[in-house]
T-cell receptor, first 115, second 117 residues
Framework: DTAVSQTPKYLVTQMGNDKSIKCEQN?????MYWYKQDSKKFLKIMFS???????INETVPNRFSPKSPDKAHLNLHINSLELGDSAVYFC??????????????FGPGTRLLVL | AQSVTQLGSHVSVSEGALVLLRCNYS??????LFWYVQYPNQGLQLLLK??????LVKGINGFEAEFKKSETSFHLTKPSAHMSDAAEYFC???????????????FGQGTILTVHP
């Protein structure tokens, strides 16, 4: 059973399009995250949600809008895609937000290529 | 503020040799430190974490890391490399500074480990 799953795994699209990436976790966790891994493999947090409430928003362009319909899902919608959005996007979850020692469990990633 | 530096973007060892992957951190408050491994086309998997208990932390697959405050280091080691250890390894830091720092992992830029037969 996949603990943290993402769809799609690969996404190729044109500049200017709008796309969504879905994330689901079946671990019963309260907290979910989105990370971006750029072409140099540098991983950076974008957002975190705890019980459907936005906690972290790391100066991400407002073209990126996370949506959490329930605790088990955190989707990422991207408007007006740009070339620089090409990256691997990872979803993660942790049991709770309460402490920094909480282990984050990562999904397999979504490879986005904007042409 | 917190940051992580991984020395060496590529490390190559022979099968059976010692693995040493270096990580130095910067943190204004006591840090919590993690090592993750990423196999090709997969997500990140936690190897081990330091949460202010024992300074020598043992993880999965025979890896361990030692927290050295005086050196601000958290190097990852394994006594004997296996071919299956070939992957990319990421060191990460977070802080117990409350508020929006919760859950904010800051990653290093990764070290690719190659294991030769």
């Amino acid at each position: 059973d996949t603990a943290v799953s993402q769809t799609p795994k690969y996404l190729v699209t044109q500049m200017g399009n709008d796309k969504s990436i879905k994330c689901e976790q079946n671990l019963g966790h309260d907290t979910m995250y989105w990370y971006k891994q750029d072409s140099k493999k540098f991983l950076k947090i974008m957002f975190s949600y705890n019980n459907k409430e936005l906690i972290i928003n790391e100066t991400v362009p407002n073209r990126f809008s996370p949506k959490s319909p329930d605790k088990a899902h955190l989707n990422l919608h991207i408007n007006s895609l740009e070339l620089g959005d090409s990256a691997v996007y990872f979803c993660a979850s942790s049991l709770r937000l309460a402490g920094p020692q909480e282990t984050q469990y990562f999904g397999p990633g979504t490879r986005l290529l904007v042409l | 503020a917190q940051s992580v530096t991984q020395l060496g973007s590529h490390v190559s060892v022979s099968e059976g040799a010692l693995v040493l992957l270096r990580c130095n951190y910067s943190s204004s408050v006591p840090p919590y430190l993690f090592w993750y491994v990423q196999y090709p086309n997969q997500g990140l998997q936690l190897l081990l974490k330091y949460t202010s208990a024992a300074t020598l932390v043992k993880g999965i697959n025979g890896f361990e890391a030692e927290f050295k405050k005086s050196e601000t280091s958290f190097h990852l080691t394994k006594p004997s490399a296996h071919m299956s250890d070939a992957a990319e390894y990421f060191c990460a830091v977070t802080q117990n500074a409350g508020g929006t720092s919760y859950g904010k992992l800051t990653f290093g830029q990764g070290t690719i480990l190659t294991v030769h037969p």
